[in-house]
């Protein structure tokens, strides 16, 4: 992806192939996107760096911007707590990410190394040394408290069994962005089937959401 600020936001990115320009509004509308689906998906999404670097571009242009707005002007306090809310955004949207790896780490370096080539990354290269000095932390501690005192052959943990894994299957409320046809549901009995349902654009609901995981990483649906 290339990301583009208009004329009163920050650098330009471009692509060889593509170059998607955005006003300042749509970049913190992506960030948001992104922060709402990582807050409530039980999974580690895709990473989206380039929308946090051009966000925090953008931040840095908007605090230069509030130094030449004249002391006691009322658009200060109105463009601080803008610059204010978007932090938050920005920290909590990181925050969410570096809480899911902590939580599932094996899992997730395991998904980042299985990736095939031209797969887009699921961690940035600061999250993937987080992850690595996280596990490397772990195995340590664990071998210096408990492993070594345990009999020889019980001195060796497997981390991808031992740390639980996300759990796809919980359920989560979703908004429709792009109209989705014959999305097969799964029984939640046995005495029930599959069945199939449209999704209309607006409409709002309740999936279970290993089914609905596709359209979140693809952008067709949105958690909230």
């Not at 509004?25 to 922060?35: M, S, V």
């Not at 908004?175 to 349902?197: A, G, T, W």
Request: include cysteine.
């Amino acid at each position: 992806m290339s990301d583009a600020l208009s004329d009163d936001g920050s650098d330009v990115h471009q692509d060889d192939t593509q170059e998607e320009v955005m006003t300042p509004a749509e970049l913190i509308g992506k960030l948001e996107e992104a922060w709402l689906n990582e807050k409530f998906s039980p999974e580690l999404l895709e990473n989206k760096s380039e929308v946090v670097e051009c966000v925090m571009e953008q931040l840095s242009h908007m605090e230069a911007n509030l130094q030449r707005v004249k002391k006691g002007d009322m658009k200060a306090s109105v463009h601080r707590m803008e610059i204010d809310r978007i932090r938050f955004v920005l920290s909590s949207y990181l925050r969410a990410r570096l809480q899911k790896i902590e939580k599932f780490f094996p899992h997730v370096l395991e998904r980042e190394k299985s990736r095939g080539e031209g797969d887009p990354s699921l961690l940035s290269p600061e999250e993937f040394a987080f992850a690595k000095e996280y596990y490397a932390n772990t195995e340590t501690y664990l071998k210096a408290v408990a492993l070594k005192r345990m009999p020889p052959n019980l001195q060796n943990v497997d981390m991808l069994k031992a740390v639980p894994e996300p759990c796809l299957d919980s359920f989560v409320f979703l908004r429709v962005k792009e109209r989705q046809e014959n999305i097969m549901v799964e029984p939640e009995s046995d005495d029930q089937r599959e069945y199939v349902v449209d999704l209309e654009v607006g409409s709002q609901h309740l999936m279970r959401y290993r089914t609905i995981a596709p359209l979140v990483s693809g952008g067709a649906v949105q958690l909230i």
